[in-house]
């Protein structure tokens, strides 16, 4: 199992296996991904202002693309999350827990997920 973050120090995503960071990308795509939220990190945030990691996308597998690459040509909904403000990973329309493939990117010095 791989989790994926966003990392604010290195400004791109990090990878993580076992409890260990395997990889940076600023570009990847996950495969059978979960979106998980840790609540005791979540809480954390909310009462220090501190932020840490708690949420991620969960994989089993992942493929590392070059900078810029365009994300798969379906994926079309953002999925953002807000620790201050979401329980979960959220698209516009609902929460999102789960999606066959995700396309994390770097667009504009932010990321971007998209499902």
Known sequence: MYEIYWNSHRKMFSVRQRG???GHAQSINAINATFVVRPAGQRRVRETGRKNVHAFVKC???EMLEPGAPPVMFLRQVVHYDPKID???VTERSPVSWAD????RIR???PEILV
């Open 60 to 62: 089993n597998e992942f």
């Open 20 to 22: 260990r960071v395997v």
């Open 101 to 104: 493939i995700v396309s994390l």
């Open 108 to 110: 504009n010095n932010h």
């Open 87 to 89: 329980d979960t990973f």
